[in-house]
């Protein structure tokens, strides 16, 4: 089975584009969605439309953000005909998640569902941003139940990795705060147009937050994780040291049960809750 793809236009490296010419891997990924008959799909970075395509055989509704202004109009000619597909000029860091998936005016009657949409999501990430793209996608989790990406090998090991191993750092605290994170597999450079110059991996997260198990604010849990793992060489108490009173942060650490020379990687985000409600308790309680 060959994928009909919209024409290529030359890349532009500034996008970080390198579009998937792999058949047999745009459909393991497109699979990789589940069951798409009654859902709606946002694909980031359609690209030359390989993996949207494929979408617009199985799925209710597509609606591909594409930031390359020649390549949204060459994919928005090319699926003039499906009516199931909507092709976006822009840039999914700016478009207006609620406007797109949330309650539309004029649905406030009595009686009208006004649940939150739920959308699957697929794309081929640009490196350079990748984390800025899955952290708002988590900012608007509300919205999805299955993210299918396709990131740097890299990446994807950060994003799965376990507590105390090399590459368990604040990418795969906040990932595994916020969702189920799986690999599902990696590709080669030659699956790519032009090749890139290292591996990449599918990934598939389920939002699941564990805000409400670990008992913590969003906001200020978040703080805490990026103070923690400010400077990856530094202990847990070197990087708190400048935000906290050291004898509120010693006995934090203490009641918390770690110790003040361990650095944040070796922590599990219980053991990192742990440490913050002791810490949030600490400043609460202290006298103006």
């Known amino acids: 089975m060959k994928v009909s793809r919209a024409p290529l236009q030359?890349?532009?490296?500034?996008?970080?584009?390198?579009?998937?010419?792999?058949?047999?891997?745009?459909?393991?990924?497109?699979?990789?969605l589940g069951d798409l008959l009654h859902s709606t799909v946002l694909e980031i970075g359609p690209g030359g439309g390989a993996l949207t395509t494929l979408l617009a055989r199985r799925a209710r509704r597509v609606i591909a953000v594409e930031k390359d202004r020649v390549l949204a109009a060459q994919l928005r000619m090319h699926f003039s005909l499906a009516p199931n597909v909507e092709i976006i000029e822009g840039d999914i860091l700016a478009i207006d998640l609620d406007s797109l998936f949330g309650p539309k005016p004029g649905s406030t009657r009595p009686g009208m569902d006004l649940e939150p949409q739920q959308v699957r999501v697929v794309g081929n990430l640009p490196y350079f941003i990748t984390s800025d793209i899955l952290l708002r996608l988590f900012e608007y989790r509300k919205y999805f139940e299955i993210l299918v990406l396709m990131v740097q090998k890299e990446v994807a090991e950060r994003l799965a990795a376990k507590p105390g191993t090399k590459e368990y750092?604040?990418?795969?605290?906040?990932?595994?705060l916020y969702s189920k994170v799986e690999k599902v597999f990696t590709l080669p450079p030659g699956a790519f147009s032009p090749p890139p110059k290292v591996h990449s991996s599918v990934v598939r997260l389920t939002p699941s937050t564990r805000l409400e198990k670990l008992h913590v604010n969003e906001k200020g849990f978040i703080d805490f994780l990026k103070l923690s793992f400010g400077q990856k060489r530094?202990?847990?108490?070197?990087n708190l040291k400048g935000r906290y009173p050291s004898d509120g942060l010693e006995r934090a650490l203490a009641k918390a049960r770690v110790k003040p020379s361990v650095r944040a990687e070796t922590l599990s985000l219980e053991a990192s809750a742990n440490?913050?409600?002791?810490?949030?308790?600490a400043t609460n309680s202290t006298p103006d």
């Open 10 to 32: 030359e890349r532009k490296p500034k996008l970080g584009q390198h579009f998937l010419n792999d058949t047999a891997a745009a459909i393991r990924i497109v699979e990789s």
């Open 234 to 238: 530094k202990t847990l108490w070197n």
């Open 275 to 281: 440490v913050f409600r002791e810490l949030t308790s």
């Open 169 to 176: 750092g604040l990418l795969s605290a906040t990932a595994q």
